[in-house]
C-alpha cells in the first residue's frame, strides 16, 4: 500500500522511527479533507539508521519541530534530514518531576513500582496533559508551532518530541480539532500510538524486566490512554470555550494566522 492510499492514522513503516505517521486522509464535518504529505509526527530522529535516514529524506521536509527540552535534546540529537530545525520546549516552565524523568530510573525497578503502583503512573499522565493546556511555555511553544505551519512555504514538515505521543500527541490532536475532524476520529489517531510505538520498545521493556522490574508497570507512562486526552481536551474547553478559542485565546494566534493554517491542511 502506497502513502497515498493508506488509511488515516496508518503507520509508516521506518523501523528507526517508529509512530511515524501523516496527518493527512481524514474527513472534516464539512466535506473537506486534510491534506497527505503536509504535516508528519514521529518518535526523535536521533537514532535514526543511514538507510531510514536517506527514506526520510525522501519526504522532502522543510521544517522539523522539536518539543523536546534542552536536556532530551542534548542527550540524543536529532540527526540531519535536509530540514530546518527548530527547537520548542513545551515543558520549560514545568517545576517537579514529570514523566519522562521517571524513565530515565529505568534501572532502578523498585523506584519506578513506588512511583507508578496503584493508578499513580496514570493520574502523573493527566496531570502532565493538564500541563500541556497550562504551562506558559506550552502555550508559547504550541503558539510558535501553529503560526509556522501557517507561513507558506513551511511544509512538508514533521513534529515531534521524545517518544511522539504526549506533547506531539496533543499537537497532533490539536491541529486535527482545528481543522473540524470529528472527534472520535481524532482519539483514534491518538491512540494508534499504543499499536505503534509499543513493540519498538520491547529492548527496553526487557532489560526492564531483567533488572527486576515488571514491564506492565510502565504501561501508563510508556503507552496512552483516551482518559489523558480527554483530561486536556476537557482543559482546554473549560478555560477557551472551543478549539477555536483556544488557538486564538491560549496561543495567541490572529484570524489571518487561523486562516492560512486552514489553507495549507484543507482540500475542499
Same mark, same amino acid.
Given at each position: 500500500?502506497?502513502? +497515498?492510499?493508506?488509511?488515516?492514522?496508518?503507520?509508516?513503516?521506518?523501523?528507526?522511527?517508529?509512530?511515524?505517521?501523516?496527518?493527512?486522509?481524514?474527513?472534516?464535518?464539512?466535506?473537506?479533507?486534510?491534506?497527505?504529505?503536509?504535516?508528519?509526527?514521529?518518535?526523535?530522529?536521533?537514532?535514526?539508521?543511514?538507510?531510514?535516514?536517506?527514506?526520510?529524506?525522501?519526504?522532502?521536509?522543510?521544517?522539523?519541530?522539536?518539543?523536546?527540552?534542552?536536556?532530551?535534546?542534548?542527550?540524543?540529537?536529532?540527526?540531519?534530514?535536509?530540514?530546518?530545525?527548530?527547537?520548542?520546549?513545551?515543558?520549560?516552565?514545568?517545576?517537579?518531576?514529570?514523566?519522562?524523568?521517571?524513565?530515565?530510573?529505568?534501572?532502578?525497578?523498585?523506584?519506578?513500582?513506588?512511583?507508578?503502583?496503584?493508578?499513580?503512573?496514570?493520574?502523573?499522565?493527566?496531570?502532565?496533559?493538564?500541563?500541556?493546556?497550562?504551562?506558559?511555555?506550552?502555550?508559547?511553544?504550541?503558539?510558535?508551532?501553529?503560526?509556522?505551519?501557517?507561513?507558506?512555504?513551511?511544509?512538508?514538515?514533521?513534529?515531534?518530541?521524545?517518544?511522539?505521543?504526549?506533547?506531539?500527541?496533543?499537537?497532533?490532536?490539536?491541529?486535527?480539532?482545528?481543522?473540524?475532524? +470529528?472527534?472520535?476520529?481524532?482519539?483514534?489517531?491518538?491512540?494508534?500510538?499504543?499499536?505503534?510505538?509499543?513493540?519498538?520498545?520491547?529492548?527496553?521493556?526487557?532489560?526492564?524486566?531483567?533488572?527486576? +522490574?515488571?514491564?506492565?508497570?510502565?504501561?501508563?507512562?510508556?503507552?496512552?490512554?483516551?482518559?489523558?486526552?480527554?483530561?486536556?481536551?476537557?482543559?482546554?474547553?473549560?478555560?477557551?470555550?472551543?478549539?477555536?478559542?483556544?488557538?486564538?485565546?491560549?496561543?495567541?494566534?490572529?484570524?489571518?494566522?487561523?486562516?492560512?493554517?486552514?489553507?495549507?491542511?484543507?482540500? +475542499?
Amino acid at each position: 500500500m502506497s502513502e +497515498g492510499t493508506m488509511a488515516p492514522g496508518a503507520n509508516i513503516p521506518v523501523a528507526s522511527l517508529p509512530n511515524l505517521r501523516d496527518l493527512g486522509g481524514y474527513e472534516t464535518a464539512d466535506g473537506a479533507a486534510v491534506k497527505r504529505g503536509r504535516l508528519y509526527r514521529s518518535v526523535l530522529l536521533g537514532r535514526l539508521t543511514d538507510a531510514d535516514l536517506e527514506r526520510v529524506r525522501r519526504l522532502g521536509l522543510r521544517k522539523i519541530f522539536d518539543f523536546r527540552t534542552a536536556d532530551e535534546f542534548e542527550a540524543t540529537p536529532d540527526r540531519d534530514v535536509g530540514a530546518v530545525g527548530i527547537n520548542l520546549n513545551v515543558l520549560a516552565d514545568r517545576t517537579g518531576e514529570g514523566p519522562a524523568s521517571l524513565l530515565a530510573k529505568m534501572d532502578d525497578p523498585e523506584a519506578l513500582h513506588a512511583a507508578l503502583a496503584d493508578g499513580q503512573g496514570g493520574e502523573m499522565m493527566r496531570t502532565a496533559y493538564s500541563e500541556l493546556i497550562e504551562l506558559p511555555s506550552a502555550n508559547q511553544a504550541y503558539g510558535t508551532f501553529f503560526r509556522s505551519v501557517a507561513e507558506s512555504g513551511s511544509l512538508p514538515a514533521l513534529f515531534h518530541c521524545t517518544t511522539g505521543k504526549d506533547r506531539t500527541g496533543w499537537a497532533a490532536a490539536a491541529t486535527l480539532l482545528f481543522l473540524g475532524v +470529528g472527534e472520535e476520529d481524532v482519539y483514534h489517531d491518538y491512540l494508534q500510538t499504543n499499536e505503534q510505538l509499543w513493540p519498538a520498545l520491547k529492548p527496553y521493556l526487557e532489560q526492564f524486566e531483567r533488572a527486576g +522490574g515488571d514491564p506492565e508497570i510502565l504501561r501508563p507512562v510508556l503507552g496512552v490512554d483516551r482518559s489523558y486526552l480527554e483530561t486536556a481536551v476537557g482543559l482546554m474547553r473549560g478555560k477557551y470555550g472551543s478549539i477555536d478559542g483556544y488557538m486564538r485565546d491560549g496561543l495567541g494566534l490572529e484570524d489571518q494566522v487561523l486562516e492560512a493554517l486552514r489553507d495549507q491542511m484543507l482540500d +475542499g
